[in-house]
């Protein structure tokens, strides 16, 4: 059965830093390509961040390059989000995705930035 399960979302003020993961298990890992992605209140979901399959190439939306760091681990099924000088503007629900043939998705976690 495949699982993507995110964790580490929650609150922050502006400025601040949040870490996600994303447990993948159920399916071959180490040759997914892995994204993140996010969905605002009353907005499409949109691209954040993804990483190949051995981790070598990432690729970022404008929006938070230079702010979040996409990471795996492939000896743990893991990928990773670290987001730092958080803006209100990048509160949503946070997914992983699993892409290759048939595309996984995890079933997102909160991620709310405010004062």
């Known amino acids: 059965q495949v699982q993507l399960v995110e964790s580490g979302g929650g609150w922050v003020q502006p400025g601040g830093s949040l870490s996600l993961s994303c447990a993948a298990s159920?399916?071959?890992?180490?040759?997914?390509?892995m994204s993140w992605y996010r969905q605002a209140p009353g907005k499409e979901r949109e691209f954040v961040a993804t990483i190949s399959s051995s981790g070598d190439m990432t690729r970022y939306a404008d929006s938070v390059k230079g702010r979040f760091t996409i990471s795996r681990v492939n000896a743990k099924n893991t990928v990773n989000l670290q987001m730092n000088s958080l803006k209100p503007e990048d509160t949503a629900v946070y997914y992983c995705?699993?892409?290759?043939?048939?595309?996984?998705w995890g079933q997102g976690t909160q991620v709310t930035v405010s004062s």
């Open positions: 159920g399916f071959t890992f180490s040759s997914y390509t």
């Open positions: 995705k699993a892409i290759r043939i048939t595309d996984y």
